[in-house]
């Protein structure tokens, strides 16, 4: 009998240390999703960073602008967004590969084409916009409400010299590079084009290294 009764004891500890074992843990639980909840609330975002993530996103999605100027896949289709403290600059990367061409007696081909490409995406980034805008306008909308907030639309969009600053902070690049069996078989180098979004066809700058 007495053997019974200490079994029983023991069954009745062993059963309150599972459920003390079971109601700490789910207190650490609950305490540690509140803390990494607070952690995340806490964090800051930027309209700077936000702005960021959407010119990503938009330049990313930029690939069917150039289809009609070049054949690649996707895949092959390298986008990026830059930016740099130091230089107060922003700047969008579009990076294509080429089968062919890129040497100095193509020069005005490449070139051609690296304007119609730059042209396509801008044109892609600023297709929301009022047509029938000067392209300047529609740069500074673009921007201006790719770097607001649908809860704080900025007071600054008013202000023409800042917007003017905004325009000329960001830049787009597109670069035509070779590709590996033309950068190894021809030794070329890439060729590449620059502007701002409103920037006019005809002052679209292109960098050119011969070998």
């Known amino acids: 009998m007495l053997v ?3 079994f029983l004891s023991m069954i009745r500890i062993l059963k309150n240390i599972l459920i003390f074992a ?7 639980t609950s305490v540690f999703s509140k803390d990494i909840t607070t952690l995340l609330r806490n964090q800051q975002l ?28 996707e895949s092959e289709f390298y986008t990026d967004v830059v930016t740099s403290y130091s230089k107060n600059s922003i700047d969008l990367i579009v990076s294509v590969p080429m089968s062919k061409n890129l040497k100095e007696e193509n020069y ?10 730059f042209s396509s995406v801008r044109d892609f980034l600023l297709r929301n916009e009022n047509l029938s805008n000067y392209r300047y306008t529609m740069a500074t909308s673009y921007l201006t ?10 007071s600054w969009r008013y202000d023409e010299d800042i ?10 690049e597109v670069t035509l590079r070779p590709s590996n069996e033309l950068a190894l078989s021809e030794k070329v ?21 011969y070998n």
């Open 163 to 172: 917007r003017e600053e905004l325009v000329n902070l960001v830049k787009l």
């Open 22 to 28: 079971f109601l700490l843990s789910s207190l650490t």
């Open 108 to 117: 005005f081909s490449d070139s051609f084409r690296c304007r119609n490409i």
């Open 46 to 73: 930027t309209v700077f960073d936000i702005g960021i993530f959407r010119l990503e996103a938009d330049l990313k999605t930029s690939y069917p602008s150039i289809k009609d100027h070049l054949e690649i896949a």
């Open 4 to 6: 019974f009764l200490l």
């Open 189 to 209: 180098n890439p060729v590449s084009c620059s502007g701002g979004l409103e920037t006019d066809v005809e002052k679209i700058i292109i960098s050119k290294k």
């Open 145 to 154: 409400s790719i770097f607001s907030t649908p809860s704080s639309w900025p």
